[in-house]
């Protein structure tokens, strides 16, 4: 049964927290520090709810949830410091299914923005290695150690870092870039500001930005990605693509026979592509910037004049759709 740890019964325990830490004067800062652990069992699910804050989840070989808080308040006005502090509660709730961590500004309309601006806060979650997480914060960024398990986070302020993730990955920003080093499950990032860079994934692929470029290392399953700011680049995929974008250039090499169409496009660069010997495709290739050129015999598929830059056909005999377009530059189909 879920208990919940209210504010009557929160306020002796960050209380001691704050007696061990101690409340500090630097500078400018006056800062405090709430510590507090938690005895859990592995495969749980930590969840932290935030209006403020950045989340850094380090990881141990041990059966707890260490959480460490730390809050800096930009005044030297110790009296002022103290009530932007109390304005942004932190409460902690545990139960059979994990530990969830909540800091809430409270609704109070006499605290001003630029008083709320005054503070800074940094979270750092130790966890166990086997662990599910669920971050959400609105004003930091967040980044995931090697973890075992599922990770969902999501910001508007700050870059999404991701380790080794032995599980599935989902993550939205809206003002950073994302960096994912290695996934053993499906994968799907988001961001409105800042380019995504994938390693290896053990799954399916859906990235997506309004601001950046995406380059992917390898995934066995499908890959989706989409850009409006810049390239994109997939070095091995082993299912279908489909890979959009309209600032620049578009590379990918596709190792297995796809089982599905695959659909690349570009507004503002070149596409090339490298497949496996024994691919087969329909090969639909176009460019009105360019010239069109391939390295595979093609069975040609002709009407009117045999044009430069227009190359409609078959490979191997044919199979999934291959539509490779572009308004601005080459498109180039290449044996690996």
Request: glycine letters at 14%; aromatic letters at 4%; a neutral charge.
């Amino acid at each position: 049964m879920s208990q919940w740890i209210g504010p009557s019964q929160i306020v002796l325990p960050i209380m001691q927290c704050l007696l061990f830490a101690g409340t500090a004067a630097a500078g400018d800062f006056v800062e405090d520090k709430i510590e507090k652990s938690f005895q859990v069992v592995p495969g749980g699910r930590l969840k932290v709810d935030a209006d403020k804050g950045s989340i850094e989840i380090r990881t141990a070989a041990s059966n707890a949830i260490d959480v460490a808080i730390d809050r800096k308040v930009k005044t030297k006005d110790r009296g002022l410091a103290e009530e932007i502090l109390k304005d942004f509660e932190i409460a902690f709730e545990q139960d059979d299914r994990g530990v969830e961590i909540t800091a809430k500004y409270k609704n109070d309309e006499r605290r001003r923005d630029e008083d709320r601006n005054r503070l800074q806060v940094h979270f750092t979650i130790t966890i166990p290695q086997a662990y599910n997480v669920d971050l959400r914060t609105s004003g930091g960024g967040i980044s995931v150690a090697d973890v075992e398990g599922e990770v969902r986070s999501q910001t508007s302020g700050g870059g999404l870092r991701f380790g080794k993730i032995n599980g599935p990955v989902w993550g939205r920003t809206s003002g950073g870039g994302i960096k994912l080093e290695e996934a053993q499950g499906n994968v799907d990032v988001q961001t409105s500001g800042g380019s995504i860079t994938i390693g290896s994934v053990d799954g399916e692929v859906e990235a997506k930005t309004s601001g950046g470029s995406i380059h992917i290392v390898r995934s066995k399953g499908s890959v989706a990605a989409r850009t409006s700011g810049g390239s994109i680049t997939v070095e091995e995929v082993m299912g279908q693509i489909m890979a959009k974008t309209s600032g620049a250039s578009i590379k990918a090499y596709i190792s297995r026979q796809p089982e599905g169409d695959c659909i690349l496009e570009t507004s503002g660069g070149s596409v090339t592509v490298h497949l496996v010997e024994e691919i087969a495709v329909d090969v639909d290739a176009r460019t009105s910037g360019g010239h069109v050129s391939t390295d595979f015999p093609v069975s040609m598929v002709v009407q009117g004049k045999v044009s430069k830059n227009r190359l409609r056909g078959t490979i191997n005999g044919g199979g999934p759709l291959l539509k490779l377009h572009t308004s601005g530059g080459s498109v180039h189909l290449r044996k690996k």
